[in-house]
């Protein structure tokens, strides 16, 4: 194992594209991915009613409501949140464009949902093509003359280096675009509003409060929604995530989870947010069944807040995707039981339900608009949703490696099953995973934009999942709480 | 254990009412139950394309194309199917309205799933009102003077009956409807394409070829589809059927299945309907990997033939009802590995999740139209689509209870959950389940006929639901080959 020196810390991997710019490229010339398809307008996207007073007083015990910030585009040269032991991301950041503003739509209603009349095809207006970007991974460092070996405690080799020599900031050569600087102010509020939702609700013991901090709600869903409608709307998608890690390590993982009798809790958790329907006395122990723990009551309040604002096509796909993510968790509890090895494409199948897509799935309500049903279920749209959904969530299996080898040399990642179908090293397997995320994050990139091209609407949503991909990256890369590279370089 | 005369065979527990009114009951006058909203006036449903030829060849090795049965509006007088051991249902069953004749609709687009631009509500027309129909579920027989006792074998009583008395038809008392007789002809036609169809996919090995035609594919869903637009649709109905069943016995049952490893056959499962997205390498393997056995070969071509009648939002519809049925199979095997025992409530939570739902959520398209998402979204719709859902799923735990019972005394269902948790006997726990599954039921009416009585275009989904939950108690009250009723009138 040889060190090389770190690339200059901070600095995006992709260079960002002249400024006032679309994020997405262009298609390729004339090489559009998908045939072309009558896509809406986008008239139709027009932001959902602030949300009423009802979003705060609907979950019982409920913080008392906290001043809301007032809403202000975010400033392309928002000074940086202190990231420890990281410098602040470059001032050359691509500015997110504002979001457009829109007439007020009235109350969620069949109309609102309703994609406005279809144009001829040709008759929708484009988007004026931006000048073609620079899309250049740049190669990882060169591989410096090896150092002298560090001196090791007996025992295996292993790839997570110690405390001190941690090794922090992005993944070299990994694919990715710079996020939007998170407002530190931002932050701290919408932090202290989960704090508060948290303890009304008393979702976990006194004793976690360390660690959930460390997770940094707040940070994360500022940084993944920089184009949030509002500040309400935040506070709901760090209430959606935080309640998605309660479940996950109160059910599954090692906070009393366990793979066995997975498939009773998670059902108890999906109902949470799909509603039992039955005879009022049924109905009503199901409604105090949902209060008995802190998993069951973040899901229940969280998605009532949710429903505040996102239509009921919106609210559906996130019980859906939800549905997903459960199904993914017990798909991943059933190989740890049988010690099932994957291939890597099983691997990849069941990461494509254990994954961030219940994240993705709430953008365009968080940003104020809905991309309507009709369109967001056409396979095209299904397929950069879930591309986009597929690299951020190789992202996590990167950064989180060295975390999970740590706890259990067995726990799957790709890397790991790469390494375990291919009899190669990890190294060589979590440059290949690397390559993986790259396509991946390319084959988004390109097909969101041939998409993108043909429907303000769509290219409206491609860039909200975008931001979140960038976002995402960047609180991986940055949370030296949970996260620490490898010693591949 | 006493024997009492069962009622007639084959009367409708509810009498039919006058010929030509909606199957479904006006809501109680002056009291709906649910605020009236703006629904959209029927003017948005028109049948999709007919299918292409495409669909009988997308599959591999598909049968030779079956030449189309002419389609013709069902008779109400049509000769009921030869029931086993049953009379032909009364000819008094209730006629259905015949499917209005609408324009042909274009291919699937956009516009093709967008609600007809909103009127004002109350410009609404209405259904002229009914009049009253009676409800009246008769009574259960009154006990009998108790017959001598049967010879019995040594052993705890059961209460399955041996095979020479074994009871049929429909469980005394328990409220349902009368289903439009089946033809036979059309029966015949379709077992015959499913039976193709199963033949060049190889879905299941030769041995099996009974017990699958004793399930009667082809009355199932021509009972469940009275209403369908064509043959081809109810052939695709009855491929999905199959499907279902296919991977509830091979991966979950007692042909290969165990609850153990569940979760990870089941995640590929659910992907051979909703596809991986990764590199293109990838995806070559996930479309390999796919077609590695019966099971997932039957979903991945069902799902494609469904597609290509569906519009995108009714196949995500279908894909999202598929995953909430996986959840409820890995509930239930959760609770057969660790023995829990659940409460009521809980069990009915599962069996919302492990139910008949992804049957129903094909009926528009079968029927040739579509309840556009933004509608169905609606909490309502959703109420009323989990109401007419749980009422059918618990006719299968009443029809099943003796069958269940002799395969494995502790196999969960409702009368057995109810005798555990109440310390009751199993006969007045059964006589419990039928009136909570009554209770069921008349919600589902009641909801449902207020809901329609403020778009027609709910009306008819309603009614498709309704068809679809009578066809089913009516097959299940006739498939001699799989159910029995205890012994306990």
């Known amino acids: 194992m040889t060190a090389s020196p770190p690339p200059p810390a901070g600095t995006p991997s992709l260079p960002p594209p002249p400024a006032g710019t679309p994020s997405i490229p262009p298609p390729p010339a004339g090489a559009p991915s998908l045939p072309p398809a009558p896509l809406p307008p986008t008239t139709a996207a027009t932001p959902p009613p602030a949300p009423s007073a009802t979003a705060a007083t609907a979950a019982p015990a409920a913080a008392p409501a906290v001043p809301r910030i007032p809403v202000a585009p975010f400033p392309a040269t928002t000074p940086a949140a202190p990231a420890p032991r990281t410098p602040p991301p470059s001032p050359a950041a691509i500015p997110v464009p504002p979001v457009p503003t829109a007439p007020s739509l009235p109350a969620p209603s069949l109309t609102s949902a309703a994609p406005a009349p279809a144009a001829s095809p040709r008759a929708v207006p484009r988007v004026p093509a931006p000048p073609p970007p620079v899309i250049a991974v740049p190669p990882p460092p060169a591989a410096a003359a090896p150092s002298p070996p560090a001196p090791r405690l007996p025992g295996p080799p292993s790839p997570a280096r110690t405390a001190r020599a941690r090794r922090t900031g992005a993944v070299p050569g990994l694919r990715h675009r710079p996020a939007v600087p998170a407002d530190p102010a931002k932050v701290a509020a919408v932090d202290h509003r989960l704090e508060e939702w948290a303890r009304g609700l008393d979702l976990f013991p006194e004793e976690w409060t360390g660690d959930f901090a460390g997770f940094q709600f707040g940070r994360a869903v500022v940084l993944q929604h920089p184009g949030a409608a509002d500040f309400e709307r935040l506070v709901v998608a760090g209430k959606l995530l935080l309640a998605e890690n309660l479940v996950d390590d109160c059910y599954c993982e090692d906070r009393g989870g366990s793979p066995r009798g997975l498939g009773g809790r998670l059902i108890m958790a999906q109902s949470a947010i ?65 010690r099932h090895v994957p291939r890597v494409w099983e691997y990849l199948v069941m990461r494509q339900f254990n994954n961030f897509r219940p994240c993705l799935s709430i953008v365009d309500a968080v940003d104020g608009y809905e991309l309507p049903e009709p369109v967001y279920a056409r396979p095209e749209i299904q397929r950069v949703t879930a591309l986009a959904c597929n690299a951020t969530t190789i992202v996590n299996d990167l950064y989180s490696f060295t975390k999970e080898l740590a706890n259990d040399p067995t726990h799957l990642n790709l890397p790991q099953v790469i390494a375990a179908n291919e009899q190669c090293g990890l190294k060589a397997a979590y440059l290949k995973a690397v390559e993986i995320h790259n396509q991946i994050m390319e084959a988004f990139e390109n097909e969101a934009a041939a998409l993108s091209a043909a429907s303000p609407l769509v290219e409206r949503y491609a860039r909200s999942l975008a931001a979140w991909v960038s976002g995402n990256h960047e609180w991986h890369a940055t949370n030296t709480h949970r996260y620490h590279l490898p010693d591949y370089w």
Do not use: N
């Not at 723990?293 to 559906?316: C, E, I, N």
């Open 274 to 338: 799909d509603p039992y329907h039955g005879t009022p006395e049924l109905e009503e122990r199901w409604r105090c069944g949902m209060q008995a723990d802190g998993p069951l009551r973040s899901y229940h309040w969280a998605m009532k807040d949710y429903a505040v604002f996102a239509t009921p096509s919106q609210s559906d796909r996130f019980v859906h995707d939800i549905a997903r993510l459960h199904l993914g968790y017990l798909a991943e509890a059933a190989w740890t039981e049988t």
